[in-house]
């Protein structure tokens, strides 16, 4: 292995003369496109050791061996992997090109490869027609990146050059002056020891990262980074490695003052919503996004236990006499999932009017409301300077102050290219909230919003608060629910700056009865007039009336044909295969949240017409009209002889009961005195989410009974599963998460 790397490379005087010509800004921008394909196999190697070459001397011990590295580092993504200029004579194929810099950029001709390469104009980009769509479709999709190919074929345009556009950007970033300065870290009596990256989940980020990812200001890519950390780093040595060595300087805070600025930021888009407004969308640097995952993984169940510690609590142990909150956003999987469940659950539990049919009655009569908060602007808007200072006090988290300080200094703040078109637009500074496309953006939103959410369930008498990320459910009797309002929404704006949008939240209850809620404010839905369906997390819900009934099928409905226009979008795409692919992949699955938290009568209508798009797309790419048995068989896996096409109505009462499976213990665990109903009493009782819990229960043991008879009589005993059970209802008390 290779000794640690702490010494600047000796590149040729005349290379570091050109260099330090080129100003900060030409240097961390790059208006163009890097290469986005697959390395030819001869350049693999050549472009890893010019890589890694040009960030010796990022993690020096010398300042001034760090400002050169990053210089160097900056300048040799373009020059490196920018397209060439037009006019060359000799023609190259890829690999000669890239094996050809490679020798240049080693040997210090930097002028020259500053030269050959092209850049983008300023003139605004002429969005794609339909056949420029279907053909970069095609070539994401023979790639292997499904999900890309999918997104280009429904992209919502972009916002349009215009000073409009600029001032409305400006506006959803707020100055920040009103939240004060950031915290200063108090001195410790000791030194504290520098943060250390875990060489796993190092070697896990850097040599599998997300594919197809956008590249930052600079141009570099994840993949880039991956193919270093491929070639040049010796897993049972990584922390010999220059990019670990490197990715540790990040982690430590160790990024020189002029280009902090440059790498905390990212390159700022505007994409018009359909209401017309504009969605703003920042693509960070990827080494900055990696070494954030690197951190953010390390943390990952230290996170879980922050924020929901109901989840692990010992069950012999006592429950609590009042409920933590629970934040479910961060570091959980199936966190939408469980607050969904839990809502349906306790508002079921606590119906109006009584009595309950639970076999263990909650011992409160009084009927509960769930209200549902948002906040306007949330991850823009909220507290900077309470962010830190929460994470100050965070003993568990104050190692990463020194690199989520440097990202997010109001002293020297990131600076968002707006990168428009038609002119060059004057930057935007991030100096509040959190930014989007970070890596931390989440953890940090939630991790200044969650003393609030604890202080605001402490103070409640019954009831709960359970959230993912900035939707907030308030769950209680309608006296309770409305005071955790009032108070929830006086201290976020007064400790946060958060505006609580009434109309954007809502008031719901279960049962025939009617429930007194003319306390919240007036324009929130449901105060004026009970609703028919409400939306969490984009699940619909309503209650046993038939007219909510109806309103939740339709609304479901009108949601699984809003997902069907990517069905639609594939006759763009002329190569059959490449549709199918898409179906299988992308399409077919689409309506799985829904199948999963919403109760299988509700989601059969919606499910029927879904899967009559998936018969009609099929059977135009194959030319032919499909039979019910043809049907069948494409909805079988791809190891079974199928085409591997998920039904959505052939799987809603599987995945329905699997979404149950790995959530029950979860949401009682929480919230037992909520959710008293034991595991062992589901079967028994007559509440609406234990009744379709158990009769999805049925549907499946039946389907997998048949099933598993079907192979075992045929010689496919490879096919067979190999655990051919599922637990039953009473077993629910553990989690079971596949």
């Avoid at 292995?1 to 260099?19: G, I, K």
């Avoid at 790639?143 to 349009?160: F, R, T, V």
């Amino acid at each position: 292995p290779a000794p640690p790397v702490h010494r600047a490379r000796r590149w040729p005087q005349h290379a570091l003369q050109f260099l330090h010509t080129l100003g900060v800004t030409e240097l961390a921008r790059y208006r163009g496109s890097t290469l986005r394909a697959r390395v030819p196999n001869p350049a693999r190697l050549p472009l890893a050791r010019a890589i890694d070459a040009s960030m010796m001397g990022m993690a020096s011990d010398r300042a001034g061996d760090r400002v050169v590295g990053w210089r160097i580092h900056l300048f040799a993504c373009r020059v490196l992997l920018g397209p060439a200029r037009a006019g060359r004579k000799a023609r190259e194929t890829l690999s000669e090109l890239l094996q050809r810099r490679c020798r240049q950029f080693m040997a210090g001709e930097w002028e020259e490869l500053w030269h050959a390469v092209r850049y983008r104009s300023l003139e605004a980009r002429p969005p794609r027609d339909d056949t420029a769509i279907g053909e970069h479709a095609t070539r994401l999709t023979r790639d292997g990146l499904y999900s890309k190919a999918a997104a280009s074929l429904e992209q919502a345009p972009l916002a349009p050059p215009s000073d409009a556009t600029h001032q409305e950007l400006c506006r959803l970033n707020p100055d920040g002056v009103a939240s004060g300065p950031m915290p200063v870290r108090p001195a410790p009596p000791a030194p504290p020891a520098p943060l250390e990256l875990n060489t796993a989940d190092f070697l896990s980020v850097f040599l599998h990262p997300p594919r197809g990812s956008a590249g930052g200001p600079s141009g570099w890519l994840m993949e880039h980074y991956a193919l270093v950390a491929e070639h040049c780093v010796v897993p049972d040595h990584a922390e010999a490695s220059n990019l670990f060595q490197v990715a540790q300087a990040i982690a430590q805070g160790h990024v020189p003052a002029w280009v902090a600025p440059y790498f905390s930021g990212g390159r700022l888009l505007g994409l018009v919503k359909p209401d017309d407004s504009i969605r703003p969308i920042v693509v960070g640097e990827a080494l900055r996004r990696l070494v954030g995952k690197v951190l953010l993984k390390s943390k990952a169940e230290v996170a879980a236990r922050h924020f929901a510690p109901g989840r692990f609590r010992d069950p012999a142990t006592p429950a609590p006499a009042r409920p933590l909150a629970a934040q479910l956003g961060v570091g959980i999987r199936g966190g939408a999932e469980e607050l969904v469940h839990a809502v349906s659950a306790a508002l079921q539990h606590h119906s109006a009017p009584d009595p309950n049919p639970n076999p263990n009655p909650n011992p409160n009569p009084d009927p509960w409301v769930c209200a549902s908060i948002d906040f306007r602007n949330f991850f823009n808007c909220i507290s900077r300077p309470a962010i830190f200072r929460t994470l100050l006090a965070s003993p568990q988290f104050i190692d990463l102050y020194p690199f989520l300080s440097t990202l997010y200094s109001k002293a020297s703040p990131a600076k968002l290219w707006a990168d428009l078109g038609v002119q060059v637009w004057h930057d935007i500074l991030s100096r509040e909230g959190v930014h989007q496309g970070c890596t931390f953006g989440t953890f940090l939103a939630c991790l200044g919003l969650q003393p609030i959410l604890q202080e605001v369930a402490s103070g409640m008498p019954a009831g709960f608060v359970v959230a993912y990320v900035d939707d907030v459910k308030i769950l209680a009797p309608a006296s309770i629910a409305h005071a955790a309002y009032v108070r929830l929404a006086t201290l976020a704006r007064t400790r946060l700056g958060l505006e609580e949008v009434p109309s954007k939240g809502s008031v719901i209850w279960e049962g025939p009865g009617d429930v007194d809620v003319s306390m919240f404010p007036a324009t929130m839905p449901g105060v004026a007039s009970r609703l028919l369906v409400d939306k969490h997390l984009g699940v619909f819900v309503g209650d046993e009336r038939a007219e909510s009934v109806a309103a939740v099928k339709a609304a479901l409905q009108s949601k699984l044909d809003d997902k069907a226009h990517l069905i639609d979008r594939l006759a763009l795409i002329e190569d059959p295969q490449v549709r199918i692919s898409l179906l299988r992949a992308c399409a077919s699955t689409r309506p799985g949240f829904w199948m999963r938290t919403m109760s299988p009568p509700l989601t059969a209508d919606a499910a029927v017409s879904f899967d009559a798009r998936l018969r009609a797309s099929l059977s135009d790419s194959l030319l032919t009209p499909l039979t019910d048995h043809a049907w069948t068989l494409a909805t079988l896996p791809c190891r079974l002889g199928g085409l591997g096409i998920t039904s959505a109505h052939a799987t809603r009462h599987v995945a329905h009961y699997a979404s149950w499976a790995a959530s029950y213990s979860n949401i009682t665990s929480m919230f037992p005195q909520a959710i008293p109903l034991a595991a062992a009493d589901l079967t028994n009782s007559t509440l609406p989410f234990a009744v379709s819990l158990c009769a999805a229960h049925r549907s499946a043991d039946l389907a997998l009974t048949a099933f598993t008879d079907n192979m075992n009589q045929l010689p496919l005993p490879e096919c067979a599963p190999s655990n051919p059970t599922i637990p039953e209802p009473s077993e629910l008390s553990q989690r079971f998460p596949r």
